[in-house]
C-alpha cells in the first residue's frame, strides 16, 4: 500500500528530478525584467513552468508510456523522430551540459579569484564523473533525494526568497519594454517557461515515475494514476512557491546590480544577505538540484540508447552520454541558451498538442486522422518559428510570416493548428460514422 509519506516522498522526488539549473538561473531574470509586472509574467512561467510539466506527468501516467507510447498514432517515423529529437534536446546537447555550467557559474565562480575555460573544464569534468558514479551505482538515491535532499533544497531556498521579501536590496524597477503590459507580461513568462524543458522532461521523466510505482507494487493503471495527481500537486506546488521566491529575488534585487542575469542576481543577494556563508549554501542548493537533475538526464539517455541499439549496455551508454555532455559543456552557458531557444520553439508546440491530444484520445473514433492532421499543421509552424528565430526566412516569405496572426508572441502554431483539429475532429467522426453504417448495412 501506498503511504502518505510515500506519496509525499515521491512528490519530493519529482520536485527534484524537474528542478535543476533552467529553474534557477531564469525566475531572477523574468523577475529583474518584469520589475512591477511580475505577478502576470510569473503566472505565464508558471503555466509552462509547472502547468505543463504536470499535465505531462499526467498524460503518461494515463496511457502508461511514455513520447513513444503518446506519439504511437503518428506514422512510425515521425513518432521515432521527435523521440529522438527529444531526447536530444533534454539530453546531451543541452539539459545535460545546461547542469553543469549552471553549477560552475554559481557554485564555483563566486569562489574563484580568476575564473577560466581551464576551471570551467575542471568542474564539469569533476561534476560529470559524480554524475556517471551516482548513474552507475544508483543505490538507494531516488529514496534519498525525496526524503533528505530536497527538503533541504527547499529549505535553502526558502531561506533565501523570504529573506529577498523582508530585506529586499532595492525598489523594484519598471518593467522592461517587452514586459509594459500585463498581456506582454504573461506572454513573456510563457515563453520563459519553456526554457525549463520540463514540460519535455516530464515524457521522460514520467516513466521514472511508473517504474518507481511498480517497484512499490502499485501496478493498476487507476491505481498509478491517482498516486502520480497527488504527488505531482505536491511537485507541483513546490515549484510554484520556489518559482515566485526567486522571481521576488530578481524583483527586488535587479536596481542595486542593474544586471538580468540569473547567476548575477542569485549571487549577489546571497553575499549581501548573508555573506560566504549565503554563497556557500546557494552553491550546495545549486550542486544537489543540478546533479540530482544531471543523474535523472544521463539514465533517461542512456536507456534510450539502448532501445535503439540492443548492443548497447547501460555502462556503455552512459559513459557516451556524460563524455558528450561534459564537451557540449564547454561552449559556456550563453552559447547553450542562444542555440537552446530555436529548437525549443519547435518541439515546445508539438508536446503541448501532443499532451492535449492524449487526454482527448477517448473523443476520437479515428484517432490518427486527428493527430495526423494536428501535429501535422503543428510540426510545420513550429518548424518556421524556428527558421523565424534564426532569422533564416527569404525576405518575401518572412513578409508573408511576420503578417500571421500572434507572430510577434511566438504563438503563430494555435489558430492553425486549432483549426486543423476542428476540421480533422469532424471529418474523422463523419468517416468512421460512414464506415460503421455500410458495415452494418
Known amino acids: 500500500m501506498f503511504k502518505t509519506k510515500d506519496t509525499f516522498a515521491l512528490g519530493f522526488m519529482i520536485f527534484a528530478l524537474f528542478f535543476g539549473a533552467g529553474n534557477l538561473i531564469f525566475p531572477p531574470e523574468l523577475g529583474a525584467l518584469a520589475g512591477s509586472q511580475f505577478l502576470p509574467a510569473i503566472l505565464g512561467f508558471i503555466v509552462t513552468g509547472v502547468g505543463l510539466p504536470l499535465l505531462g506527468l499526467l498524460a503518461v501516467a494515463s496511457i502508461g508510456g511514455g513520447i513513444k507510447t503518446l506519439a504511437a498514432p503518428l506514422p512510425r517515423f515521425v513518432g521515432a523522430a521527435l523521440t529522438f529529437a527529444l531526447y536530444v534536446?533534454?539530453?546531451?546537447?543541452?539539459?545535460?551540459?545546461?547542469?553543469?555550467?549552471?553549477?560552475?557559474?554559481?557554485?564555483?565562480?563566486?569562489?574563484?579569484?580568476?575564473?577560466?575555460?581551464?576551471?570551467?573544464?575542471?568542474?564539469?569534468?569533476?561534476?560529470?564523473?559524480?554524475?556517471?558514479y551516482l548513474v552507475l551505482r544508483p543505490g538507494k538515491l531516488l529514496e534519498i533525494i525525496g526524503r533528505f535532499i530536497t527538503p533541504l533544497l527547499l529549505i535553502a531556498l526558502a531561506a533565501l526568497s523570504i529573506s529577498s521579501i523582508i530585506s529586499p536590496l532595492s525598489s523594484v524597477a519598471s518593467p522592461n519594454e517587452a514586459y509594459e503590459t500585463t498581456g506582454q507580461a504573461f506572454i513573456q513568462g510563457f515563453l520563459q517557461g519553456y526554457l525549463t524543458l520540463d514540460a519535455l522532461g516530464a515524457l521522460v521523466f514520467g516513466v521514472v515515475v511508473l517504474h518507481t510505482l511498480k517497484s512499490r507494487g502499485v501496478h493498476e493503471r487507476k491505481a498509478q494514476f491517482k498516486v502520480v495527481t497527488r504527488a505531482g500537486i505536491i511537485a507541483a506546488t513546490a515549484l510554484t512557491l520556489v518559482y515566485v521566491g526567486l522571481g521576488m529575488i530578481g524583483r527586488n534585487t535587479f536596481a542595486a546590480i542593474g544586471k538580468v542575469d540569473g547567476p548575477a542576481l542569485l549571487q549577489h543577494y546571497a553575499n549581501t544577505a548573508f555573506g560566504s556563508i549565503g554563497l556557500a549554501v546557494l552553491g550546495l542548493a545549486i550542486l544537489l538540484a543540478c546533479l540530482t537533475t544531471s543523474v535523472g538526464?544521463?539514465?533517461?539517455?542512456?536507456?534510450?540508447?539502448?532501445?535503439?541499439?540492443?548492443?548497447?549496455?547501460?555502462?556503455?551508454?552512459?559513459?557516451?552520454?556524460t563524455a558528450l555532455g561534459l564537451t557540449v559543456s564547454i561552449v559556456g552557458l550563453q552559447t547553450l541558451l542562444s542555440i537552446a531557444v530555436p529548437v525549443l520553439m519547435f518541439l515546445y508546440p508539438i508536446v503541448i498538442v501532443l499532451i492535449a491530444l492524449t487526454f482527448m484520445r477517448h473523443l476520437f473514433r479515428r484517432k490518427s486522422v486527428v493527430y495526423q492532421s494536428t501535429l501535422g499543421v503543428t510540426i510545420f509552424f513550429s518548424f518556421c518559428s524556428a527558421l523565424n528565430q534564426l532569422?533564416?526566412?527569404?525576405?518575401?516569405?518572412?513578409?508573408?510570416?511576420?503578417?500571421?496572426?500572434?507572430?510577434?508572441?511566438?504563438?503563430?502554431?494555435?489558430?492553425?493548428?486549432?483549426?486543423?483539429?476542428?476540421?480533422?475532429?469532424?471529418?474523422?467522426?463523419?468517416?468512421?460514422?460512414?464506415?460503421?453504417?455500410?458495415?452494418?448495412?
Open 89 to 132: 534536446a533534454i539530453g546531451p546537447f543541452f539539459g545535460i551540459p545546461r547542469t553543469s555550467v549552471v553549477t560552475y557559474e554559481l557554485g564555483v565562480v563566486p569562489f574563484l579569484g580568476a575564473p577560466s575555460q581551464m576551471t570551467l573544464i575542471i568542474s564539469s569534468s569533476l561534476f560529470f564523473l559524480a554524475t556517471l
Open 297 to 321: 538526464l544521463v539514465t533517461a539517455f542512456a536507456e534510450y540508447m539502448m532501445t535503439i541499439s540492443n548492443r548497447v549496455s547501460l555502462k556503455a551508454a552512459s559513459i557516451f552520454t
Open 391 to 441: 532569422s533564416l526566412f527569404p525576405g518575401n516569405l518572412k513578409t508573408f510570416y511576420q503578417s500571421l496572426p500572434l507572430v510577434d508572441q511566438s504563438l503563430e502554431w494555435l489558430f492553425p493548428t486549432l483549426i486543423a483539429f476542428g476540421i480533422s475532429s469532424w471529418f474523422g467522426h463523419v468517416s468512421s460514422a460512414s464506415i460503421t453504417q455500410k458495415r452494418a448495412s
